[in-house]
């Protein structure tokens, strides 16, 4: 053997020449688990992602596994009558409407040769969860997004229709009923607001207006809005808008050795969990949501009455052998040691308005002025 002069440094590190360090890289970072252990991995992965999606998102939905709704189609609302003790009341009763909910699968899988799960290393494993997951996410919101934000009635079948909040016209008519005594012939929820011609809109006007449309049909605030991301900053330089702030504890100096209060702030930051500060809108409070999904100019604004309420805007239709959110289809191959090749995701879901057209109303900024439908990101 050679001999070298001088002390070891870290450059005495490097492998000799005939060794390739990529190579001896993967078979040292492999993780030596099965499939068994993967599965195991993203069954917790899909149980995570289901409770979380109903945490963020369930105060706009309720779930059911019924094909069809059926509601009030309303119009006049009569006084009930004064009564004597011969009185022989008139029967009474009320005409419907109704609509479908849709449903499809969609789905996603993971897999490989028994050989990638034996020598994979355990980031690529949970790199493959995060991606099937985000897919799963982005399915979810942009569904219940879209069909909060556009008045495109979908046919479903020959005859039926997949719709969205009140609106004038359309395959389905329907008439909200008279609330307060005020009568919603010709009603929509669906609104331009002009940026450029007189009487000029600001955001502030899209708020008020959207929270007095829900108001109006004997929905209670406090509401929650959902808006553009990049109208954020806007949102924030509102006189009526409310920002969260630390709460700030003063200590009261005991004349130590430095002298002044102290103070120690914790809090909220700007945005969390999407919400991103509140607004006092003549209707009532608005909490109001940012996403990037929404495009500039767009708002909505609805009254939830807690995660899985019927009340809610949207309901989701799921298969009642399946319930809400992704659930795996595994797949069998030959090899008994790792005896799954590939896994599917799958989640099988509709989303349309629920039984109540009137929570919720959607307003559009512009220098045109009129309602058009956006496109969710």
Same mark, same amino acid.
């Given at each position: 053997?050679?001999?070298?002069?001088?002390?070891?440094?870290?450059?005495?590190?490097?492998?000799?020449?005939?060794?390739?360090?990529?190579?001896?890289?993967?078979?040292?970072?492999?993780?030596?688990?099965?499939?068994?252990?993967?599965?195991?991995?993203?069954?917790?992965?899909?149980?995570?992602?289901?409770?979380?999606?109903?945490?963020?998102?369930?105060?706009?939905?309720?779930?059911?596994?019924?094909?069809?709704?059926?509601?009030?189609?309303?119009?006049?609302?009569?006084?009930?009558?004064?009564?004597?003790?011969?009185?022989?009341?008139?029967?009474?009763?009320?005409?419907?409407?109704?609509?479908?909910?849709?449903?499809?699968?969609?789905?996603?899988?993971?897999?490989?040769?028994?050989?990638?799960?034996?020598?994979?290393?355990?980031?690529?494993?949970?790199?493959?969860?995060?991606?099937?997951?985000?897919?799963?996410?982005?399915?979810?919101?942009?569904?219940?997004?879209?069909?909060?934000?556009?008045?495109?009635?979908?046919?479903?079948?020959?005859?039926?229709?997949?719709?969205?909040?009140?609106?004038?016209?359309?395959?389905?008519?329907?008439?909200?009923?008279?609330?307060?005594?005020?009568?919603?012939?010709?009603?929509?929820?669906?609104?331009?607001?002009?940026?450029?011609?007189?009487?000029?809109?600001?955001?502030?006007?899209?708020?008020?207006?959207?929270?007095?449309?829900?108001?109006?049909?004997?929905?209670?605030?406090?509401?929650?809005?959902?808006?553009?991301?990049?109208?954020?900053?806007?949102?924030?330089?509102?006189?009526?808008?409310?920002?969260?702030?630390?709460?700030?504890?003063?200590?009261?100096?005991?004349?130590? %050795?430095?002298?002044? #209060?102290?103070?120690?702030?914790? !809090? &909220?930051?700007?945005?969390? /969990?999407?919400? +991103?500060?509140?607004?006092?809108?003549?209707?009532?409070?608005?909490?109001?949501?940012?996403?990037?999904?929404?495009? %500039?100019?767009?708002? #909505?604004?609805?009254?939830?009455? !807690? &995660?899985?309420?019927?009340? /809610?805007?949207? +309901?989701?239709?799921?298969?009642?052998?399946?319930?809400?959110?992704?659930?795996?289809?595994?797949?069998?191959?030959?090899?008994?040691?790792?005896?799954?090749?590939?896994?599917?995701?799958?989640?099988?879901?509709?989303?349309?308005?629920?039984?109540?057209?009137?929570?919720?109303?959607?307003?559009?900024?512009?220098?045109?002025?009129?309602?058009?439908?956006?496109?969710?990101?």
């Amino acid at each position: 053997m050679p001999e070298v002069l001088g002390p070891q440094t870290i450059l005495s590190k490097a492998l000799p020449t005939g060794v390739d360090a990529a190579t001896v890289a993967q078979v040292m970072l492999r993780d030596g688990s099965d499939f068994g252990a993967f599965l195991n991995d993203l069954a917790l992965a899909i149980g995570d992602f289901n409770q979380g999606f109903v945490e963020k998102w369930g105060g706009l939905f309720s779930i059911t596994d019924e094909p069809y709704l059926e509601y009030p189609d309303g119009g006049a609302v009569t006084r009930m009558n004064a009564l004597t003790d011969v009185s022989d009341p008139d029967a009474v009763h009320s005409t419907t409407a109704g609509h479908m909910l849709d449903i499809k699968p969609y789905g996603g899988a993971l897999g490989g040769s028994w050989r990638f799960f034996r020598d994979a290393r355990r980031a690529q494993l949970e790199a493959m969860i995060r991606t099937i997951m985000r897919q799963a996410e982005d399915r979810l919101e942009w569904e219940l997004l879209n069909r909060l934000f556009v008045d495109t009635e979908y046919a479903v079948g020959t005859a039926g229709y997949n719709v969205g909040l009140v609106r004038t016209g359309g395959n389905v008519s329907y008439t909200p009923p008279k609330y307060a005594g005020r009568d919603f012939s010709n009603h929509t929820h669906f609104y331009g607001f002009d940026s450029d011609t007189a009487p000029i809109k600001t955001l502030a006007d899209v708020l008020n207006d959207l929270a007095d449309s829900v108001a109006e049909h004997g929905h209670e605030p406090p509401f929650t809005a959902i808006v553009a991301r990049l109208d954020f900053p806007t949102y924030r330089g509102l006189d009526n808008y409310v920002d969260f702030v630390a709460p700030v504890i003063q200590m009261v100096d005991k004349g130590g %050795a430095t002298s002044g #209060a102290s103070f120690f702030a914790t !809090g &909220q930051p700007a945005i969390a /969990n999407g919400v +991103a500060g509140y607004y006092q809108a003549p209707a009532g409070l608005v909490e109001i949501r940012a996403t990037a999904r929404v495009p %500039a100019g767009y708002a #909505a604004v609805y009254k939830s009455y !807690g &995660q899985n309420d019927p009340r /809610n805007p949207l +309901a989701v239709r799921v298969h009642p052998n399946q319930g809400f959110g992704a659930f795996i289809v595994s797949e069998a191959a030959d090899n008994r040691q790792y005896p799954i090749q590939k896994v599917t995701i799958e989640m099988e879901f509709g989303v349309s308005v629920g039984v109540d057209r009137t929570n919720g109303a959607v307003g559009y900024l512009s220098t045109a002025g009129s309602w058009s439908n956006p496109t969710i990101g």
